[in-house]
């Protein structure tokens, strides 16, 4: 007991310590619900068929406003105050983003080849490579509106490996285009580069596939998401990117037909060499016999001599 009192309070004062939300703004708990039904909503104006999207995402952001007796002011002013405190915004969308997984899962919803891929140890021919952080989150300010990663080679990787980026998003984007785009890039030893692009869903999966070259070793991969700071009506723009995996495919190498015939060829030289070999034993043993020079054979039996001359 007198143990657990110092790290009890210490406990208390972490606690204690840390900032609270001002209550003109939105609280953690209250902005979580109201963003796990944001994106519900979201899902459901993409999935109906009529009116334009933009249109429909309106409507049912102002039922959203309306359910929690929240003006559109006190919304978007909340949502700057959490641009200023991105570790607590990331936070309360890692809770955002359980829950809407979890509804997919109840619904019996499918991730594609997403989750796939997860579980592979990096010894297998397909395998997750990805150690960073798998979550984020971006909005269109300088310093907090590009994530980039370099990972360099090592002997899990061989000539003719391709590889996979991918994630899962959750945006708000109040209007406008959504451009924001992710980059995968392969430099290999001989500085050659190969890398392709996709523009990032703004719900959903996105994957980058590039393909290695045979017989090069790769040097390092590069790649980034990119979200453009061009917004300059300020509307309401931010990108949760969950699930990050770089997938590494080693290439299915087949034997050539020239090397299995050579290799038949081989074992067939080795094989007659054994059996002339074998067959030249026999004839010596059997050639000193008929010759009468006093050897036998090993296998020949014994004869003692009984009488006679």
Known sequence: MKHSLPLLIVLMLLVACKPTVPSQYIQPDDMEDMLYDYHL??????????????????????SLLKKYDVSEADFDSSLVYYYSHLDRLREIYGHVNERLTEESDRVGAAL??????????????????????????????????????TIKADSTFLAGDSFMFQFMTQCIWQAGSQNAIALLSARFANDSIVQNYSPVSSAGGTQVRINGIDDIPLKELRGFIYLPNDDASQNRRLMFISQLQLVRFHRHREVSPDSIAHEKSDSLKKDSIQRVTHSRGESADTTRRAAGGGLRSKNAPFRRRTGGN
Do not use: C
């Open 41 to 62: 909503a979201e899902a459901m104006a993409r999935s109906e068929y009529g009116e334009g999207v933009d249109k429909k995402r309106n409507i049912y952001f102002q």
């Open 112 to 149: 594609g080849e997403l989750n796939q891929y997860a579980q592979h140890t990096v010894s297998g021919d397909t395998a997750n490579i990805w150690t960073g952080v798998t979550d984020l989150l971006l909005i269109p300010r300088p310093g907090n509106n590009r994530f980039q990663f």
